[in-house]
């Protein structure tokens, strides 16, 4: 998986919440979500990619007022590689 890919995915499913597109140099709560459009987002993006680093079940708030969407790309495509490789 690209970057691009990880970045494309990560705005449809914010757009799906009705969220703002955000860009890699952004900050993920830019994307104007409420909180709850947030757990769905993550939520999407777990069950694409697998399980994500610091996104634990309950705990998925903690720490994404200060997530970047740069790191949020590393954590989806680390996710999917890990996952690939288990299969």
């Known amino acids: 998986m690209t970057k691009k890919e990880a970045l494309d995915f990560i705005n449809e499913?914010?757009?799906e919440e009705k969220g703002r597109a955000v860009g890699m140099d952004d900050m993920f709560m830019d994307c104007e979500l409420d909180s709850l459009g947030v757990v769905l987002t993550l939520v999407v993006l777990e069950e694409k990619f697998g399980y994500m680093?610091?996104?634990e079940e309950g705990k998925e708030m903690e720490g994404v007022e200060k997530l970047t969407v740069r790191e949020l790309v590393k954590k989806c495509i680390l996710?999917?590689?890990n996952t690939s490789k288990e299969q």
């Open 13 to 15: 499913a914010i757009e």
């Open 53 to 55: 680093e610091g996104f």
């Open 79 to 81: 996710a999917s590689s």
